[in-house]
């Protein structure tokens, strides 16, 4: 059901400081910045290659998760995010199988993608995220051999 590894999150406290540390020093470029009121951050995506990011996420408030992530654990990786081909059909069948999911529908996330986010409990500690896209730069599989067909 993963197709990828779409991005890595890290919690920031300031955007702008890491955005030019991580331009600055692994030459990364960044292809989208949002604010996502709705889960509570102001975020820059940083493109490893087409399909693969890392998420800078800095909170719009102390209560939002990102910010209670902060005060408890400081700056670090907060959640992983995988691609998945219908994020409706893998909440279905990930819900079918014990795991319970933080969202009841997809919502908006970045460059116009559908996500949700499975509970960190039932995943190994891991806050994990589901992500569709149909974004061009953000390739379900990448080259022949990665091809669900083989
Ligand atoms: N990774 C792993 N564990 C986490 C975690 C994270 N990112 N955030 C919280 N936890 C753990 C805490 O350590 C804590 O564990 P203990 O009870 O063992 O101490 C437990 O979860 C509860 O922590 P909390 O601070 O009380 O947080 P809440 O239960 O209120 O919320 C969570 C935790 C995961 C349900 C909430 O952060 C959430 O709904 N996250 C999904 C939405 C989100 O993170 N949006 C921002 C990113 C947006 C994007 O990627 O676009
Ligand atoms: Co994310």
């Given at each position: 059901m993963f197709v990828r590894i779409d991005h890595v999150g890290i919690a920031v406290h300031d955007l702008e400081e890491k955005i030019e540390f991580f331009t600055k020093t692994f030459g990364l470029t960044v292809v989208a910045r949002e604010v996502?009121?709705?889960?509570?951050?102001?975020?820059?995506?940083?493109?490893?290659r087409d399909g693969n990011y890392v998420q800078l996420l800095?909170?719009?408030?102390?209560?939002?998760?990102?910010?209670?992530?902060?005060?408890?654990?400081?700056?670090?990786?907060?959640?992983?995010?995988?691609?998945?081909?219908?994020v409706a059909e893998a909440?279905?069948?990930?819900?079918?199988?014990?795991?319970?999911?933080l969202d009841e529908r997809p919502r908006h996330g970045s460059m116009g993608s559908s996500i949700a986010f499975l509970h960190p409990k039932d995943v190994t500690g891991v806050l994990t995220e589901l992500v569709q896209s149909d974004h061009p730069g953000r390739p379900l599989f990448h080259g022949n051999n990665d091809s669900p067909e083989g």
């Open positions: 996502n009121e709705e889960q509570g951050v102001k975020e820059a995506m940083l493109r490893v800095e909170p719009l408030t102390p209560d939002s998760p990102v910010g209670k992530f902060l005060a408890r654990r400081g700056e670090g990786v907060h959640h992983v995010a995988f691609g998945v081909p219908d909440m279905r069948v990930i819900d079918a199988r014990g795991v319970r999911l």
